[in-house]
């Protein structure tokens, strides 16, 4: 982003809240557009104020995440539950599975959006070395 953008984007933009946008999958400039264009799929741009999203990429970050916090969350369930009730096998399969995959995708859409606008917000790019472009 060129420093005549950012300029522009303060004059015409009000801040947006980074967790309101992302957690809603909005977009990081006006807060008001749509941030995917399918379930985890980013779109080209806003429709609302014409920022190109070409810059979002939030590689493995939202996965890593994920799989960290939910990992924690099912593990420590499923650890209470077999020393609490114990029951078989099959239970724990029955309730962790499902519950397992369901929080996956709603926390990696929730992750991505949020990587995403603090991306835009922080204006982070590829790390370059002094005098490359």
């Known amino acids: ?3 005549h953008e950012d300029h522009r984007d303060q004059a015409l933009w009000s801040p947006v809240d980074p967790f309101k946008a992302g957690l809603s999958g909005r977009c990081p400039r006006c807060g008001e557009g749509r941030l995917f264009s399918g379930f985890l799929t980013v779109a ?5 104020c014409g920022l190109d999203y070409s810059f979002a ?6 996965a890593a995440f994920v799989i960290l916090i939910i990992g924690f969350i099912v593990v420590g369930l499923a650890l209470w539950m077999e020393v609490s009730v114990n029951p078989p096998l099959w239970v724990h399969f029955l309730l ?3 519950l397992t995959i369901v929080l996956s995708l709603v926390a990696l859409r929730l ?8 991306q835009y917000q922080n204006k982070a790019a590829e ?4 005098g490359q472009e």
Request: hydrophobic residues 40%.
């Open 96 to 98: 962790w599975i499902p």
């Open 1 to 3: 982003m060129s420093e």
């Open 57 to 62: 990429d939030a590689g493995d970050g939202p």
């Open 127 to 130: 790390g370059r070395l002094d």
């Open 111 to 118: 992750i991505k959006g949020l990587l995403i606008v603090l």
């Open 44 to 48: 080209k741009g806003c429709r609302n």
